[in-house]
């Protein structure tokens, strides 16, 4: 009997098809490649990459303002330069927005202590900069909060006993924490009365635990990264020489 090659060919492929049914993926094994200076670099790779990467650097360390000292998020306890710098920002560059679109102003801003990733060091600030400080595609919303939950916001700032950036409000407490005056835009807390809240979308849904923006009566999305405001924010002020202030105080006595 003889096999055309054809014929041949198919007989291989069922005994193969055969022998294949009968395994069976039985383990899985890896190991760790640790990447570091010791990884030789593939220099076709590192050519296409290189002008990125030049420019790209060139970009990040292009100059955009000077700040006057150095500032870290360490420095206060209930506020901090560079906190107070960063819940200004947002406020400068987002209420022009927001009351574009509604016709309103934002009322308070809060973003977390934890958010600030780097300090800000003095002589020239770069785009670098911005992007140390916030390196998250965090992006600002706008909260409708009732003066209800408005109150929520301020005892969770008040047991955090923490430098979480904000504006539009002030806060005394006592020695012990205890609240002796909250005030947004210089008046007491109508808890009857709506107030325009900014904030990041990561804390809107309910990142370190700040569970009191919802529910609320509006959510107002302004397509704007925290990081591109800090940006404009830079580009505009040209010098920066924020303080430590008066918006979150403890008193000693």
């Known amino acids: 009997m003889k096999f055309t090659p054809i014929c041949f060919f198919l007989l291989l492929l069922s005994v193969f098809s055969c022998k294949q049914e009968n395994k069976h993926l039985t383990r899985i094994e890896g190991k760790l490649l640790p990447i570091t200076d010791s990884l030789k ?19 990040l360390d292009s100059v ?19 906190g107070n710098l960063f819940a200004d920002a947002i406020y400068e560059q987002a209420n022009p927005v927001f009351k574009q679109r509604t016709a309103k102003n934002i009322d308070l801003v809060l973003v977390n202590h934890g958010g600030i990733r780097a300090i ?48 539009g409000l002030k806060l005394t407490v006592d020695a012990d924490y205890n609240l002796k005056e909250a005030l947004i835009n210089g008046k007491p807390i109508d808890t009857l009365q709506t107030y325009y809240v900014a904030t990041n979308d990561y804390l809107y849904n309910g990142g370190d635990h ?44």
């Open 41 to 59: 670099s593939h220099t076709e790779i590192e050519g296409i990459i290189t002008p990125y990467r030049n420019h790209i650097n060139k970009d």
């Open 64 to 82: 955009i303002a000077y700040a006057v000292d150095t500032y870290s998020k360490s420095d206060g306890e209930l506020n901090t330069a560079i």
């Open 120 to 167: 800000i060091s003095k002589g020239n600030v770069t785009k670098r900069t911005a992007f140390n400080i916030m390196p998250f595609e965090n992006s600002i919303v706008v909260v409708a909060l009732s003066g209800k939950n408005v109150k929520q916001l301020i005892n969770y700032l008040t047991k955090a006993k923490r430098a979480h950036p904000i504006t």
């Open 210 to 253: 700040m569970t009191f923006f919802k529910p609320n009566d509006s959510l107002y999305v302004l397509d704007y990264k925290i990081r591109n405001a800090l940006l404009d924010y830079f580009y505009k002020k040209d010098t920066i020489n924020p303080t430590i202030d008066d918006r979150f105080i403890k008193l000693d006595n």
